[in-house]
């Protein structure tokens, strides 16, 4: 299992971005969370194979019909939190 961090930027914030990308991880099977930032960003911790955080990432620069992405940052995670370990299932923050 991997884990990655993305910030996403862009139109995110009020336009149901955090639903899509919570229902898009959990029809992969992910877990994490996804969350807006203070400074009109969107944050999601995903957690699986490689493969399926490839797809989610996909997704993620897409987004839902009213956003509008313009950048998806990302990074590994090689220690996550303990949080962020026992997470079971994907939240909405």
Do not use: H
């Not at 961090?5 to 229902?23: H, N």
Request: net charge positive; hydrophobic share 40%; charged share 30%.
């Amino acid at each position: 299992m991997r884990a990655r961090k993305f910030w996403i930027s862009g139109q995110v914030q009020g336009v149901g971005y955090r639903q899509f990308a919570a229902r898009v991880a959990r029809e992969f099977g992910l877990k994490g969370w996804v969350r807006n930032l203070s400074d009109g960003r969107v944050e999601a911790f995903a957690a699986g194979s490689a493969r399926l955080l490839e797809d989610f990432e996909a997704r993620l620069r897409q987004g839902p019909p009213a956003g509008d992405v313009r950048g998806v940052e990302v990074e590994d995670v090689t220690k996550a939190t303990t949080a962020d370990v026992r997470i079971e299932g994907f939240d909405i923050r």
